[in-house]
């Protein structure tokens, strides 16, 4: 699952975006979506990559992120485990994921 987060003081910004996978020396998409707002979660496939890139393929002013978190989740009906990992990217580190318009 990955989950993405608008600052809620500057509104919705982020129109339409897109999530990569690097998979065998080239990216690969594996999510489009519009819109993020107060906070997007996105449900998919498992998938094992070395980098996940975030592009924001449009925006109606400039685009500012609040959070951008991945998370392993459990198969449905699975026993209950400890939380999953999330990966927060903040500052600098995100300028290496993040690829805007």
């Known amino acids: 699952m990955i989950s993405l987060r608008e600052p809620a003081l500057l509104g919705q910004r982020i129109d339409s975006w897109a999530l ?5 020396d080239q990216w690969q ?6 819109g993020i707002g107060a ?8 998938l094992t990559s070395d980098k996940v ?9 400039s685009p500012a992120l609040s959070g951008f978190g991945i998370y392993l989740e459990p198969p449905l009906g699975a026993a209950a485990h400890p939380p999953a ?3 927060l990217f903040i500052g600098n580190e ?3 994921i993040l690829s805007c318009l």
């Open 53 to 61: 890139r975030l592009r924001l393929t449009h925006a109606s002013a």
């Open 20 to 24: 990569d996978s690097w998979q065998h």
């Open 94 to 96: 995100a300028a290496e």
């Open 39 to 46: 906070r997007r979660l996105w449900r998919g496939q498992p």
């Open 29 to 34: 998409e594996f999510a489009v979506s519009t």
């Open 85 to 87: 990992t999330t990966l």
